[in-house]
């Protein structure tokens, strides 16, 4: 970085452009320069002295930059592409756009869009040109704030970033997807930082006061521990706001007689008094809490209702807004389980009309209160079903019966067949009130609860009368794997991939993944590498943690490798020849999700079982385990006899009992299960299995008894080894496979899963 980069990255609040100064050759001008910016770094900030340089001094956000996180990759690698940096005030967006500047070998330049103008970015877009036509060198553009760029300013940014001319790293305390352009969104990757957590934040005090250059290590303090508590507490997650405030205790007192600072609970009280609510009435705060409130009332939690409420009224939200909100509640959440709900709320909203503030809090807390606390039920979510059948059904003519029979109904039969409700026992009648088209369609769904509880059995009876048929469950949960705007290659390369494998095997994909909770940062381990098609579910999952695949073979890996030239480099899973690769990878590289499915060969195999130690201290504490495990449990004789042993002879039944013996001998792996199950528990996990048949059929063709008994087969193989083999017995198990060519033979497979978790 130079100088005056550095500089302006000093002073924030304005733009860049505004601090660049341009330095002449001489040594009298470099050293005023120098001397300048050594007075500056001394008279900064604590918080601005303390700004990591680089990804180890970074305290905080392992989700996304721990070992083997793709953002991390992508800076080591130099390959960060168009990225917004979303989070609350002090978690480090700014210092994390400051350290990928000192990684990359692009020219870094940035802006604050708060001062900063359409007349900045274009500067910043002819500069940036000029520097890839002249030297081919890429120009990082970092906008903080960049959600406080209006419109006309985004727009005139999003062509450079399109054409590749800026690489765009944007920070944003609010929620990109509300507050930046969406074409912009869609070209970058989005990165969310969290807040800091107590021990980060310990983290930082520890360094301020020991660090003797940047810090406080120099001087004499001692921080009493409840002084320390006060200040991590109040600061909630800000690392600004903790180090302005132990700044401002050191600095305001006095050493005693002895040089020592002594910083007790009462000074840190005076340094940092109040916790800050966080809330914009149009930003990220303010639509969080209030979807907090809601989802606490849905949820009938009437603490965090009452809790959510008064950060609100704390933040000096609207009660009015309030109201608003809590009446649409009462019709989604709470609907026709408790019809007074809706009236509650009124008559709520009308008493704080007429009281006002501040008693007029009362029948607020009152209405959010009883929502909370009553039965709740969503049935009345059937209109919006309603409604979309209304704008995608094709005929939805009136019945005839039910059609207006003033206006000429002699004429056209209008009206005629209806039946008058009133003129019935109970006041009810079955007869047809939907289109034609859409009998059987029911878009009530009555719950348990309450006032419509109470009316579900008798809903549920007349439905049952009044319809003929049942409506059709239509399929409208297509397979989907997405992987997000910002990787349509893989999104595609993963659909060419589930478009060509069989529908068993998916699945059996489904049944491996299914119920396992991801999150996007999960680093997975893929063990015996064979087919990606088991790699599908975390590659679409994770998009900032990582795969790696545990090859098989290296002919297995050298396939694999080949299918993922299609991918982007930091898209593609890492493919690892073998268990002793996993020594090169960092020591902090360890993985939350270990899975894959493991065939009777890896069970038998010896270098997978001996190794469990070594990749569960690889795994963090908590980590899960998925692993698939399949066990055919009919070889070809006894498949012949349970299907078709009345058109076998007497001597062709004796010959494949004796092989059908020998095939529940071979086929079996319940004593591999058990010990695979046994070195799991042994090395800290946790372990539950659930099982499952599956039925299939084999096509009976020349290939598949060469799968059998083709030379070096594994069937042949282990007949031959076996002490009474009679090759005659093949022969018959040839002869009677022939008669069956073109036919389907049934199998049926066993099927385990194991679900682990690390203690």
């Known amino acids: 970085m130079t100088a005056n980069q550095e500089l302006a990255g000093l002073f924030g609040q304005e733009s860049a452009h505004a601090h660049q100064t341009v330095l002449s050759g001489s040594q009298e001008s470099d050293l005023f320069s120098h001397q300048r910016e050594a007075l500056l770094r001394r008279q900064a900030p604590l918080a601005d002295r303390l700004r990591p340089r680089n990804l180890d001094e970074f305290v905080g956000q392992g ?7 793709l953002l991390r990759r992508a800076i080591a690698a130099d390959r960060v592409g168009n990225l917004i940096l979303h989070g609350p005030p002090g978690v480090g967006k700014t210092t994390l756009a400051r350290i990928i500047a000192n990684h990359t070998r692009a020219h870094f330049s940035s802006l604050n869009a708060v001062l900063a103008g359409v007349k900045d970015l274009r500067a910043e877009v002819s500069e940036a040109g000029q520097r890839l036509e002249r030297h081919g060198l890429r120009t990082i553009l970092f906008i903080d704030e960049v959600h406080r760029f209006n419109s006309a300013q985004q727009d005139a940014l999003l062509p450079w970033v399109e054409n590749g001319t800026l690489t765009l790293i944007g920070a944003t305390t609010e929620n990109p997807y509300f507050e930046v352009n969406k074409a912009l969104v869609s070209r970058s990757r989005l990165f969310r930082l969290q807040t800091l957590t107590p021990e980060d934040l310990n983290k930082l005090l ?14 004499n303090i001692k921080l009493e521990p409840k002084a320390a508590a006060h200040l991590v507490d109040v600061a909630s997650g800000d690392a600004r706001s903790l180090l302005n405030a132990l700044e401002l205790a050191v600095e305001s007192t006095p050493a005693d007689d002895n040089g020592v600072i002594r910083i007790d609970l009462g000074i840190a009280e005076e340094s940092i008094q109040q916790r800050a609510v966080l809330y914009d009435k149009q930003g990220d705060a303010h639509f969080d809490t209030i979807s907090a409130f809601i989802k606490s009332i849905r949820g009938s939690d009437a603490d965090a209702t009452l809790f959510w409420l008064a950060r609100m009224i704390e933040a000096g939200e609207n009660p009015r807004f309030i109201f608003r909100r809590m009446l649409i509640s009462a019709g989604e959440d709470v609907g026709l389980a408790d019809p ?3 009236v509650v709320v009124e008559a709520c909203a009308a008493a704080f009309e007429r009281v006002g503030l501040p008693e007029g809090l009362y029948p607020l807390a009152q209405a959010a209160l009883y929502l909370a606390c009553t039965d709740k039920s969503n049935s009345t979510g059937g209109f919006f079903e309603a409604l979309r059948t209304v704008r995608t059904a094709q005929r939805q003519d009136v019945p005839t019966h039910l059609r207006d029979a003033n206006r000429d109904g002699d004429a056209f039969g209008d009206g005629q067949g209806y039946r008058y409700p009133h003129a019935f026992r109970e006041h009810w009648v079955a007869q047809q009130y939907l289109p034609d088209a859409l009998q059987g369609e029911a878009f009530w769904a009555p719950s348990h609860q309450g006032w419509e509880g109470q009316r579900r059995e008798l809903n549920l009876e007349r439905r049952a009368a009044q319809l003929a048929a049942a409506a059709e469950a239509e399929d409208a949960h297509p397979l989907l794997v997405s992987s997000g ?9 993963l659909q060419r991939q589930l478009a060509v494998d069989g529908e068993r095997l998916q699945t059996l994909r489904k049944h491996l993944w299914s119920d396992l909770e991801w999150s996007r940062t999960d680093r997975v381990l893929m063990l015996s590498g064979r087919s990606l098609l088991w790699s599908l579910d975390p590659l679409a999952a994770v998009s900032e943690g990582g795969v790696l695949i545990l090859c098989a073979s290296a002919s ?9 030239e299609l991918l982007d480099p930091l898209n593609r899973p890492s493919l690892l020849s073998n268990l002793q690769a996993l020594d090169a990878l960092s020591q902090n590289h360890n993985f939350e999700v270990i899975g894959g499915r493991l065939t009777q060969d890896d069970l038998k195999s010896p270098r ?3 190794h469990w130690s070594a990749i569960t201290n690889r795994t963090s504490t908590g980590a899960r385990l998925r692993l698939l495990l ?26 494949l009992n004796d092989l059908k013996e020998l095939e529940a001998r071979w086929l079996s792996q319940r004593s591999e299960r058990d010990a695979l199950r046994q070195q799991l528990e042994n090395n800290g996990w946790t372990i539950e299995s659930t099982n499952w048949q599956e039925s299939s059929s084999l096509r009976v063709d020349q290939s598949l008894m060469n799968r059998w008994l ?6 042949r193989v282990s007949f031959e080894n076996h002490a009474n083999g009679d090759p005659s017995t093949l022969v018959t198990l040839k002869k009677e496979l022939m008669k069956r060519v073109g036919q389907q033979l049934p199998m049926r497979l066993q099927h385990w899963r194991f679900d682990g978790r690390r203690c």
């Open 556 to 564: 297995d890996q050298q396939r694999l490798a080949a299918q993922l």
């Open 63 to 69: 989700a996304i930059l721990a070992e083997g996180r």
């Open 206 to 219: 520890d360094s301020a006061l020991k660090d003797p250059e940047r810090g406080y290590g120099g001087r």
């Open 485 to 493: 705007p910002d990787q349509p290659q893989l999104e595609r390369w």
């Open 630 to 655: 399949s066990e055919s449990e009919l070889g070809p004789a006894s498949a012949l006899l349970e299907h078709s042993q009345e058109a076998l002879t007497p001597q062709a039944i004796h010959e």
């Open 340 to 342: 007074q709900a809706m």
């Open 710 to 715: 083709g030379e070096g087969r594994p069937y």
């Open 608 to 610: 997978l079982m001996r």
